[in-house]
Nanobody, 115 residues
Framework: QVQLVESGGGLVQPGGSLRLSCAAS????????MGWYRQAPGKQREAVAG???????NYVDSVKGRFTISRDNANNTVYLQMNSLKPEDTAVYYC?????????WGQGTQVTVSS
């Protein structure tokens, strides 16, 4: 089994920053992708950022220039640095792991941007 443990969510004022972390453990075979998705109330889950084992990154247009994804391959950990946060970034953020054994999801961490 694979476990994903997320941390770093919380309440922040507009313009503030948060850093999300997601650590993977368990029977992990050949990770090829790690990423972050988010789901706001009443909306569908959307992909926010992703990074491959080779380091290629992609972002949804709404976060480009504000969010940065990175990973620590040795520790199977992925990070999402979120700067210049806006109220529309409020959502539950989910970590996603793509491996040869399948795709796995974290339990989600709440990010609330509000004054």
């Amino acid at each position: 089994q694979v476990q994903l443990v997320e941390s770093g969510g919380g309440l922040v004022q507009p313009g503030g920053s948060l850093r999300l972390s997601c650590a993977a453990s368990g029977s992990i075979r050949s990770i090829y992708f790690m990423g972050w998705y988010r789901q706001a109330p009443g909306k569908q889950r959307e992909a926010v950022a992703g990074i491959t084992t080779g380091g290629s990154k992609n972002y949804v247009d709404s976060v480009k220039g504000r969010f940065t994804i990175s990973r620590d391959n040795a520790n199977n950990t992925v990070y999402l640095q979120m700067n210049s946060l806006k109220p529309e970034d409020t959502a539950v953020y989910y970590c996603n792991l793509g491996t040869l054994s399948g795709t796995f999801w974290g339990q989600g961490t709440q990010v609330t941007v509000s004054s």
